[in-house]
Structure formats: structure tokens, C-alpha cells
């Protein structure tokens, strides 16, 4: 197996690139979030944008775009989180219009993640939440808070779902992990509170294929492997 390089980059972008992914099932297109306020659709073959979402438009974010998700069942849609404390419902197909905008958040919202079946989607913000919202209605679902001994509010940087969707991951910035029952809003287990955990903020998650381990990346410097009914840590 060989690693490939290709001489090409993609530019025009005026602030920082926060996230970006490939569109499922393609290998021409992504989709990038930018300090710039913008979400852009890039075809990689030309380098060129396909599409802009915001930005000069009035349903756009109106504070940099720090997360994106497309939906994995219909990868025409993608949602967004920004630093206006809302997440919003995109179409590729229409650039000009933010098909919903979700508001309840109180703080950035760092992460942005579809929920298995499509219809619905995750969030987490810096006021400490992660919330849970139906595209089709626009409603909140679900918030997912826990309150901690010393008031402290830690920030979510990141989330995950389990393959069913019956589980929320979330990480925090003091270094905790939540694994949230996503029906009955409570904490299954904080990973953050087991031997051998992460010493400083987690950084992002990421879900095996097969659902079967989750791995967190940390500011101490590691990357640990959780396999559900243990755990083993790359460094």
C-alpha cells in the first residue's frame, strides 16, 4: 500500500479552515467550514469552488463556521456549527438559503455530528451542552448537561455517535469523556474518570467503522484507543 500525493491545493478561502470532509461516496468533492463565515463545496479535480454557503447572504453564519457534518443517507445535506451559537441546515443544490437555523446554544458551537438514521443531528458548544435536533421539524429533541460539583461549565470540543445511535460521545475540555444514553439524556460512563484517561482537553473522537472502539485525541499528546469492554492506548 503506498501513500500518494497530490501537488494541487485548494484556495480563495479568506479566513482559517476549521473542519472539512469528503462527500460520501465520492472522491471529487468536500465540503470546508471557515473563519471567513463561509462553508464552501470544492471540486478537487479543478480546485475550484462549486458552491458557497453564506457569507454575502442574510441566512448565512454570521460568525466563523467551526464545524460541518454531511448527512451519510441523503450527502446532498450538510449541517454546520458557528460561533454565533447556531447550527444550520444546508442543500447543496440551493447556496444561497440556509434551509433551517438551529438556535439554543449559549456558546460556540465547536461540534457538529448527523445522527445514523439522517434525520437528525448532534451538537456540542462551549456553554457545556450537547443538544440533539430533528432537520425535518426543527425542533430540540434533547439536551445533554451535567452538572458538576463546582459549577464549573466545561466546553464540548467534539462528539461522536455509536453506530445504532443510541449513544452520544462527548468530549470536554478538563479531559473528560461523556458516553450520553441519548433516549433517557443521562451518563452511561465517563471515560475521563478511568485509569490510564487523558491529563488535558479532549481534542476530537473518532468512532471505528465497525462501532466497536472509540478513539480520543488529547492536548496531553495521546491518542487512545477505547474497545468497548476494554481499552489499549497508542501514543
Known amino acids: 500500500m503506498g501513500i500518494y500525493l497530490f ?25 470546508t467550514g471557515s473563519g471567513d463565515q463561509t462553508c464552501v463545496l470544492w471540486d478537487i479535480t479543478t480546485g475550484l469552488k462549486t458552491s458557497v454557503f ?3 447572504f442574510q441566512s448565512g453564519h454570521t460568525a466563523d463556521v467551526l464545524s460541518i457534518s ?8 450538510f449541517v454546520s456549527g458557528s460561533c454565533d451559537a447556531t447550527a444550520r441546515l444546508w442543500d447543496t443544490r440551493v447556496a444561497s438559503r440556509a434551509v433551517r437555523t438551529f438556535h439554543g446554544h449559549e456558546g460556540d458551537v465547536n461540534a457538529v455530528k448527523f445522527f445514523p438514521d439522517g434525520n437528525r443531528f448532534g451538537t456540542g458548544s462551549d456553554d457545556g451542552t450537547c443538544r440533539l435536533f430533528d432537520i425535518r421539524t426543527g425542533h430540540q429533541l434533547q439536551v445533554y448537561y451535567q ?10 470540543t467534539s462528539i461522536a455517535f455509536s453506530a445504532s445511535g443510541r449513544l452520544l460521545f462527548a468530549g470536554y475540555t478538563n479531559g473528560d469523556c461523556y458516553v450520553w444514553d441519548t433516549l433517557l439524556a443521562k451518563v452511561v460512563l465517563n471515560i ?6 487523558h491529563e488535558d482537553r ?5 468512532l471505528s467503522a465497525d462501532g466497536s472502539a472509540l478513539c480520543t485525541g488529547s492536548w496531553d499528546t495521546n491518542l487512545k484507543i477505547w474497545a468497548f469492554g476494554g481499552h489499549r492506548r497508542t501514543t
Open 7 to 31: 501537488p494541487g491545493c485548494l484556495v480563495d478561502i479568506k479566513g482559517y479552515v476549521s473542519s472539512c470532509q469528503y462527500v460520501p461516496d465520492e472522491d471529487t468533492h468536500l465540503i
Open 54 to 56: 453564506g457569507g454575502e
Open 70 to 77: 454531511i448527512n451519510g443517507s441523503n450527502s446532498r445535506m
Open 147 to 156: 452538572q458538576h460539583s463546582d459549577n464549573e461549565i466545561p466546553p464540548v
Open 192 to 197: 475521563g474518570s478511568l485509569q490510564d484517561s
Open 202 to 206: 479532549i481534542s476530537c473522537l473518532g
